[in-house]
């Protein structure tokens, strides 16, 4: 069917037409009219997703922007804020909703009935490339649009500073309870510590600054003093015990010098009165007296020093081996307290590693604890849910225009659907379709005409093709033909 086609059968079924598309707006305005109105009251949120400066941590964690506000979305709209609503509003004890859900059959819990019953009527929506979420309520009454809207946000609020506290608080109290565990281990090792060091009698575990390890290095130090000193005496003891004359200790004695002086200024006095004098000559006698005077004097102080040198060689040896002795039983004695201090070293490393454990669970536990008491939530009501005026729905100039549309689209399908039924013809093509025979003009009503000069009709043939009819005065030509 060409478009001209359907125009006349419009034309022909115009009052069909007109009637359907004149019910169809009607019913839409009418409807609108007639259905009840709805409030929709919005309130704005933003949320802030910087560092929390208490738990250190982003809002987000991982996760991204858009996902975290849609989780946020997906929170508004659940049972856990819905049950929060109903409980400040005291929903539940409102006897028209409690009806409703007896009406139902009583099926299920009142609570989670009343909760998605209230659900059906939000909408929430976060805004794009930004932080912002809407929420909207429509409701009949717009004083209860209002109040919904205001309350699925003060809901939402709460519920995310519920969201964090609680957590904390569960770890802060598995925390303590860790805690008092630790500190009892820690007490345990600490007295364990306590009775070992009085057991053993040790105070410090660090060698550099105990007692017997500073009286020990004492004794290895006055042990190599006394070797050096020792090897030093008992060489100048053996030195003076083969040549005591000339021993460095005897050459370094004054006493040794002064009588070899005299020694030899007497020999040189002896010599010297030998070429004046006899040997009878008393001179010569008191020289030679007093020259064996002098060298049993030098003898006897030679003898002096070396004596010295063999008493300050066995001095030397006695203190030698009394210190190598205290040397000895203090090494000794450092081995058994090295053993000891191994012990106590184990014990100590148990209080420092029981130490670090408390202090680490010690500090997580304030900070559970801190987090657990932070009331403080990063969502800003940026505009509260105000009383709407006009009701939101149904809009009737809206549903208007979309009614006419579907009036005239249904009042051309319904026509075209009975003009299919009907097998009245109304052009050349129908002609054509229906007969299946080409046609070669049509008389139409309109173009009859009555001659007023002689009073008779003249009806005039439309050619479509003037070749195919040779009775038409002018054929092929576009002009109508007068018939014989």
């Known amino acids: 069917m060409s478009f001209s086609d359907f125009l006349r059968v419009v034309r022909a079924r115009w009052i069909l037409a007109t009637s359907i598309f004149v019910a169809i707006t009607l019913a839409a305005l009418i409807g609108s009219l007639v259905w009840p109105k709805k409030y929709t009251a919005h309130a704005m949120l933003m ?26 979305v997906d929170i508004i709209e659940s049972q ?11 929903l539940a004890d409102n006897p028209t909703l409690r009806a409703g859900w007896e009406k139902q059959g009583s099926k299920g819990e009142y609570a989670a009935w009343l909760a998605d019953t209230i659900l059906a009527n939000l909408k929430v929506e976060a805004a794009r490339e930004s932080n912002i979420i809407n929420i909207s309520y429509s409701y009949s009454d717009p004083k209860a649009a209002q109040a919904m809207a205001n309350s699925f946000a003060k809901a939402y609020i709460d519920s995310t500073v519920q ?8 770890y802060s109290e598995f925390f303590e309870e860790r805690a008092n565990l630790a500190r009892q281990k820690l007490e345990k090792a600490q007295v364990r510590l306590s009775e070992a060091q009085q057991a053993k009698g040790i105070l410090v575990t660090d060698e ?6 500073v009286k020990f290095n004492d004794l290895s130090s006055q042990l190599t003093t006394l070797r050096g000193l020792l090897a030093d005496s008992g060489s100048r003891n053996l030195q003076a015990s083969r040549a005591g004359d000339v021993s460095p200790d005897a050459m370094a004695s004054t006493l040794v010098t002064a009588l070899r002086t005299e020694l030899t200024r007497q020999q040189a006095k002896l010599d010297e009165s030998m070429e004046r004098y006899g040997d009878k000559h008393p001179t010569i006698i008191e020289a030679r007296a007093n020259i064996a005077s002098i060298q049993d004097k030098l003898r006897q102080e030679t003898s002096r020093v070396s ?23 203090q090494r000794e004695k450092l081995l058994k307290l090295k053993a000891d201090r191994n012990e106590l070293m184990v014990i100590e490393r148990e209080v420092a590693a029981a130490q670090r454990v408390y202090d680490a669970i010690q500090g997580r ?60 013809v109304r052009g050349t093509s129908d002609m054509v379709n229906l007969l299946q025979t080409p046609v070669i ?19 005039l043939l439309y050619p479509l093709d003037g070749h195919a009819y040779p009775g038409l005065e002018s054929a092929g030509s576009s002009t109508p033909g007068r018939l014989k």
Not at 410 to 416: D, I, S
Not at 441 to 459: I, V
């Open 163 to 170: 969201f964090k506290i609680s957590p904390a608080r569960q």
């Open 441 to 459: 003009g049509f008389l139409s009503a309109r173009q009859t005409r009555k001659r007023w000069w002689h009073g008779s009709d003249e009806a």
């Open 47 to 72: 949320i802030d997703l910087k560092v929390d400066p208490v738990a250190g941590t982003s809002a987000t964690g991982v996760m991204a922007s858009a996902a975290f506000l849609a989780t946020q």
């Open 365 to 424: 536990q304030s900070q559970m604890s801190l987090e657990g008491s932070n009331n403080q939530n990063n969502v800003v009501v940026l505009s509260t849910a105000t009383e709407p005026i006009a009701p939101s729905s149904p809009r009737v100039a809206v549903n208007s225009v979309i009614g006419a549309v579907l009036g005239l689209v249904l009042a051309g399908f319904v026509t075209t659907l009975v003009e299919l039924t009907d097998r009245t």
């Open 80 to 90: 856990h804020v819905a049950r929060k609503v109903i409980s400040s509003l005291q």
């Open 208 to 213: 550099r600054l105990d007692a017997e390890t």
């Open 307 to 329: 004596r010295s040198l063999g008493a300050t060689d066995q001095i030397n040896q006695g203190r030698m081996s009394a210190i190598q002795t205290a040397f000895d039983a």
